[in-house]
């Protein structure tokens, strides 16, 4: 779950502040009845969030260029089928790199995802696109 400490600051913050609304307009065992938990929820929705660890931190535009697959070799397919892995960058400068899973042989092309590859490092042809 995304965001889990910063929803709960929020929610717990909430439900403090509604109590507190709650028990200023409605004075008496009623308000009180309402307020009571709200109040209670809130403060260990509070107590929760503060006792959490830190979110993980997004990765910088440094880290993102440098960033490539492990070049390990993937389980074998469907019906014993080559698995293989492309990634492309969405952003300049566009980039693909192909995993090939027989031998674990990375390589990185200029561009979008060929119509066909075969892998340099196997012979094998991983996959030809028809038109």
Request: glycine share 12%; with cysteine; proline share 7%.
């Amino acid at each position: 779950m995304q965001h889990l400490r910063t929803n709960l600051f929020i929610a717990s913050w909430t439900l403090i502040l509604l109590a507190a609304g709650i028990s200023v307009g409605l004075p008496g065992a009623g308000g009180l009845a309402i307020a009571a938990p709200a109040g209670i929820a809130g403060s260990l929705m509070l107590i929760w969030a503060v006792s959490m660890n830190e979110e993980p931190k997004g990765m910088s535009e440094k880290e993102i260029s440098k960033w490539t697959p492990e070049a390990d070799p993937l389980p074998p397919g469907a019906g014993g089928s080559v698995m293989f892995r492309v990634d492309t960058t969405l952003d300049d400068p566009i980039r693909t790199s192909i995993l090939c899973g027989s031998c674990g042989h990375l390589e990185w092309n200029d561009g979008t995802k060929p119509a066909s590859y075969a892998c340099v490092g196997c012979g094998l042809e991983l996959w030809e696109e028809e038109e």
